[in-house]
């Protein structure tokens, strides 16, 4: 019935890794929450993960490992749309169209672009560069109400808004401008061993971060080797990275403000704080591990969920792409 629709959200995941609890608390988690009230369409975004050097075999064994990984984690296939980004060839499509009408300079200012290729000096290619643009198109092909993303990809929504907003003013009303949910909490979860920067799956050092996969044995070793400072005092401050990391990282899954969680540790020491959040970290996480390591016992199931999820996709993005051809001058 008109007027009656859910509205739609959108999101992505990279297939870089094992995804990490920055990834988990930064967008996946509230992925679950959203299905209540959303449609939603998820993706597996792998040609974004191209963007880094990769063995082929990882990268498709990674792809599936994700796959199953989002479904412990509450996505309900059933419901709710989940597919791989190559396997709906419109994303690369929009993407050229749309770098046309990106500027340089733009693209030049993406913070991540910066980090990325300081991380990353021997290989900063056009698709790092460009990533932005592709991640636009993946947004703008399904004209979504909201894009539930960490903190690190604010920048890139907004220019997907201003390449959006570009098109609608040369070709006419086409792309519905997108909005970001950022969670108030976990929206940037901080590396462990340096909490100025944030959590990365791809970081390598393995004890920076917190994988959804660690045992309950390496989340407390990880923990207890969390960088902090030289006073004791566990509060909330931005002179204090660590404590704060732990402290939001301990209240989103206690599910309690930060607040709370000062109250809570008022009396108790880092080494309380270290030892309590790496036990609620690993109960949260097992029982998602557990159903994971089942999921992934039928792969052939996996990969058809995901058949079946592009076939959706594809269609909503095909009427899409039509009509950007038609606007454009293509058809
Ligand atoms: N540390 C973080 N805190 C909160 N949210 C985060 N996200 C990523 N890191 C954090 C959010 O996770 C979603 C999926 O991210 P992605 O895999 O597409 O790319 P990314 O942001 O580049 O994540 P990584 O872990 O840092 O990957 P690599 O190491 O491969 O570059 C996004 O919504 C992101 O905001």
């Known amino acids: 019935m008109e007027g ?11 297939p870089t890794g094992i995804f990490t609890l920055g990834n988990y608390l930064g967008a996946v988690r509230n ?6 009230n959303y449609e939603c369409i998820f993706f597996i975004a792998n040609l974004h993960s191209l963007t880094t050097k990769r063995d082929a075999t990882i990268l498709k064994d990674l792809t599936s490992k994700i796959v199953a990984l989002l479904i412990a984690c509450g996505i309900d296939t059933n419901k709710h749309t989940l597919f791989i980004q190559s396997d709906i060839s419109y994303h690369a499509e929009l993407s050229w169209i749309l770098q046309c009408l990106t500027q340089f300079g733009e693209l030049k200012r993406m913070t991540q672009f910066k980090d ?3 991380k990353n000096s021997s290989n900063i290619n056009a698709g790092l560069f460009c990533y932005p643009v592709l991640m636009a198109a993946d947004i703008l092909l399904y004209n979504p109400d909201v894009i539930p993303i960490g903190i690190d990809q604010k920048q890139h929504l907004e220019l997907t808004e201003t390449i959006a907003t570009r098109f609608n003013n040369t070709y006419g009303k086409t792309f519905k401008i997108p909005k970001g949910y950022i969670p108030e909490i976990g929206a940037k979860i901080m590396s462990l061993t340096d909490p100025t920067k944030k959590m990365s799956k791809s970081d390598e ?14 989340i407390l070793n990880k923990f207890k080797k969390a ?3 030289s006073d004791n005092k566990i509060i909330y401050s931005e002179e204090k990275p660590g404590i704060s990391n732990l402290l939001s990282i301990f209240s989103s899954f206690a599910d309690c403000s930060v607040e709370d969680a000062e109250d809570h540790f008022k009396n108790k020491t ?4 270290k030892f309590e ?3 609620v970290v690993a109960k949260n996480l097992k029982p ?13 199931k996996l990969k058809k969920i995901c058949e079946e999820g592009a076939e959706k996709a594809r269609a909503i993005a095909k009427k899409t792409l039509d009509d950007v051809y038609e606007k454009v001058g293509l058809k």
Do not use: H
């Open 227 to 229: 960088t902090t400072d």
């Open 116 to 118: 990325k290729s300081q």
């Open 4 to 14: 009656t629709e859910k509205k739609v959200a959108l999101s992505g995941i990279q």
């Open 277 to 279: 959040t790496a036990d």
């Open 270 to 273: 880092y080494k309380d704080l």
């Open 205 to 218: 050092n393995q004890n920076s971060f917190i994988s959804i996969l660690d045992t309950e044995e390496t």
């Open 288 to 300: 998602v591990q557990e159903k994971y390591n089942e999921l992934l016992k039928d792969r052939n």
């Open 31 to 36: 992925w679950e929450k959203l299905q209540k």
